[in-house]
C-alpha cells in the first residue's frame, strides 16, 4: 500500500511542455479535423491551429458560417471527437 506519494511539479511541467506531447496533441487534432471533414460539404475548410501555453494545445475550427449550426444540428464535432476517444470541451472564449 501507498503510504505517501510526491508529486514532482518540475517533471509534469517537462512532459507536458515535450515536444513529444506536443506532437500527441496535434496528432489527435488532425483526427479529429479528418473526422470533422468527413461529415461536412466537400470543400468546407476546417481549420487545425497548434498553439502552446503552459503546454501543447491544438484547436479544430470550421471556418465557415454554417460551423456552428453543422455542430448544434448534426454534432458534428461532439460526434468526431467521441469517434476519436477524446472528450468534447467546448471553447471558453465562445
Given at each position: 500500500?501507498?503510504?505517501?506519494?510526491?508529486?514532482?511539479?518540475?517533471?509534469?511541467?517537462?512532459?507536458?511542455?515535450?515536444?513529444?506531447?506536443?506532437?500527441?496533441?496535434?496528432?489527435?487534432?488532425?483526427?479529429?479535423?479528418?473526422?470533422?471533414?468527413?461529415?461536412?460539404?466537400s470543400?468546407?475548410?476546417?481549420?487545425?491551429?497548434?498553439?502552446?501555453?503552459?503546454?501543447?494545445?491544438?484547436?479544430?475550427?470550421?471556418?465557415?458560417?454554417?460551423g456552428?449550426?453543422?455542430?448544434a444540428?448534426?454534432?458534428?464535432?461532439?460526434?468526431?471527437?467521441?469517434?476519436?476517444?477524446?472528450?468534447?470541451?467546448?471553447?471558453?472564449?465562445?
Open positions: 500500500m501507498l503510504e505517501s506519494f510526491t508529486l514532482d511539479s518540475r517533471g509534469v511541467r517537462a512532459v507536458l511542455q515535450s515536444a513529444e506531447v506536443h506532437q500527441m496533441v496535434n496528432t489527435a487534432a488532425e483526427d479529429i479535423r479528418a473526422r470533422v471533414r468527413a461529415k461536412l460539404p470543400g468546407t475548410p476546417v481549420q487545425l491551429r497548434s498553439y502552446t501555453t503552459d503546454r501543447g494545445a491544438a484547436s479544430v475550427t470550421i471556418a465557415h458560417a454554417r456552428m449550426g453543422w455542430q444540428r448534426d454534432g458534428v464535432f461532439t460526434r468526431s471527437v467521441a469517434e476519436a476517444g477524446v472528450e468534447f470541451r467546448a471553447w471558453a472564449g465562445q
